[in-house]
């Protein structure tokens, strides 16, 4: 049935999402491009703004797309779920 592999894949992608970006910041496209997520203030993302940043991140799909807007049209670059989360994504 779908609606349970729908909800399936979402847990999976939200446990990807936070995981990696709490634990060291990147998941593995974003070390392939050598990015990484930090806090507003340079520090490593701690728990609660990597899972609020990861909740973030599943609104991309329910938007369209319209969540990155304010990345293309803000001078700080930052996405929605990086503002919900006090969050960036910084080159290495």
């Known amino acids: 049935p779908p609606v349970p592999l729908v909800g399936f894949l979402a847990v999976v992608a939200f446990g990807y999402v936070a995981a990696f970006t709490v634990a060291g910041g990147q998941t593995i496209g974003k070390m392939a ?14 728990a609660a703004s990597g899972t609020l940043r990861a909740l973030g991140c599943m609104l991309v799909p329910v938007t369209l797309g319209l969540s990155y807007l304010p990345a293309l049209f803000t001078t700080d670059h930052r996405a929605l779920h990086d503002r919900l989360a006090g969050t960036r994504v910084v080159q290495e």
């Open 33 to 46: 491009l050598s990015l990484r997520v930090t806090s507003d203030d340079g520090r490593p993302v701690d």
